[in-house]
């Protein structure tokens, strides 16, 4: 079912439920409503908070769905600020029409400027509140506004956020984004000795009118407690995922055994993590062993991959590079004295007393942290032929 074909749901199932509950005499018509798909979070002059909401008008969506028209809008956006998250929304209600449900929102985008001064007291109100989903994932806007991106027009659909919402979908389909929901966000901002990552979204075009396809959605931003302080490329966040253990798919192209100036594509299909750690000589070592499992998707050049010994060989051309992604994912956050991967978080839960020494400073000591990555790979199919047609 599509995602706005939903939207139109909830909208009557909440009419119902109203006027169920209460008798109707505080029900609104579904034409009086308007469903608030998304929303975006940015700093404003004076150190104000400006509040995007991206508004769906189920009356629109519903006549379009049975093959009518519609004098209204299938969407809109709109904006306000205040000293306060919810000062800001209050003062939407001087401009909406409607009554806006914020319970079915899809995406929260954070501006960058905003992200960098820090990301709780933004927080605070959506997750004080009952009317906040969840479920929502989390983007933070990179080099722009969470209101330049909600203004962005689609040429897919008539919903914009629905469609940002689908290609979150399609890149964590192939692990380059960081996606993360907003319950998981608050956990990891409480959790010692773990620093969030989110997913990001940048404009690639700097046109008068831009629409969704101007946009891209990957990577990742790395935050120390609470503030914006390094991005990570796609191939940075893989790395990331793959001790995360949530690649559910990813493409690694490693050398050809057989002619190492082309390329063989593997498909990664399940990648399972641990990470453990021990104490040495008083310092923390960690282990993190991969064990990943793929398939032969593409092969540039003729030959046999089929032999037990050219699999052996894509084995370990597929474990150097994994470990290789992961190695400098890792470097790259100790460089920074950051602690996406939780090696805190994995240190506070076996040896607690040595935590507690060295909570206070975990950010020094995070630079000195040594870890070892062991990576296993199997190949699992080559596919339906043996070698690639090549011409005669």
């Known amino acids: 079912m599509p995602s706005w074909i939903k939207l139109i749901t909830i909208a009557l199932l909440f009419n119902l439920v109203t006027c169920t509950a209460t008798g109707c005499w505080n029900n609104q018509d579904l034409s009086e409503t308007s469903i608030a798909a998304a929303m975006g979070l940015d700093k404003a002059e004076d150190n104000k908070i400006e509040l995007t909401v991206q508004l769906v008008n189920p009356s629109a969506l519903k006549s379009a769905q049975e093959g009518g028209e519609s004098s209204n809008k299938a969407s809109w956006t709109l904006s306000k600020t205040g000293e306060t998250v919810f000062e800001a929304n209050r003062n939407l209600l001087s401009t909406a029409n409607n009554k806006i449900l914020h319970n079915h929102i899809q995406i929260i985008i954070i501006g960058e400027t905003l992200a960098r001064d820090g990301i709780t007291r933004i927080l605070d109100f959506l997750e004080r509140g009952n009317q906040t989903n969840r479920k929502a994932d989390i983007l933070i806007a990179k080099g722009t506004t969470a209101k330049e991106i909600l203004s962005l027009q689609s040429e897919l659909g008539n919903i914009p956020s629905i469609n940002l919402a689908n290609t979150i979908d399609n890149e964590d389909s192939i692990g380059k984004i960081k996606k993360i929901m907003f319950t ?28 969704i396809k101007d946009m891209k959605i990957e990577g990742a931003a790395a935050f120390k407690k609470d503030k914006l302080a390094f991005w990570l490329s796609p191939v940075q966040t893989r790395g990331l995922l793959f001790v995360e253990s949530k690649i559910s798919s990813a493409v690694i192209n490693i050398p050809n055994p057989l002619e190492r100036s082309t390329k063989v594509a593997i498909e990664v299909i399940s990648s399972k993590a641990k990470t453990s750690v021990e104490l040495k000589d008083g310092s923390p070592v960690f282990n993190i062993e991969i064990n990943e499992q793929g398939d032969i998707v593409e092969q540039q050049d003729g030959g046999d991959l089929s032999s037990p010994e050219a699999v052996e060989k894509l084995k370990k051309e597929t474990e150097t590079a994994i470990a290789n992604e992961v190695r400098n994912s890792i470097q790259l956050a100790l460089d920074n004295q950051c602690d996406p991967m939780g090696f805190g978080d994995k240190l506070h839960k076996e040896y607690p007393q040595y935590w507690n020494k060295v ?14 990555i062991k990576v296993s790979s199997d190949i699992g199919r080559v596919g339906l032929v043996k070698t690639s047609v090549l011409p005669k």
Do not use: C, H, Y
Request: net charge negative; proline share 5%; charged share 35%.
């Open 359 to 372: 909570k206070g400073n975990w950010d020094e000591e995070l630079s000195r942290v040594q870890f070892n």
């Open 184 to 211: 998981d966000l608050m956990k990891e901002l409480a959790t010692p000795g773990k620093d969030p990552a989110i997913g990001v979204v940048e404009i690639m075009n700097d046109k008068e009118q831009l629409f």
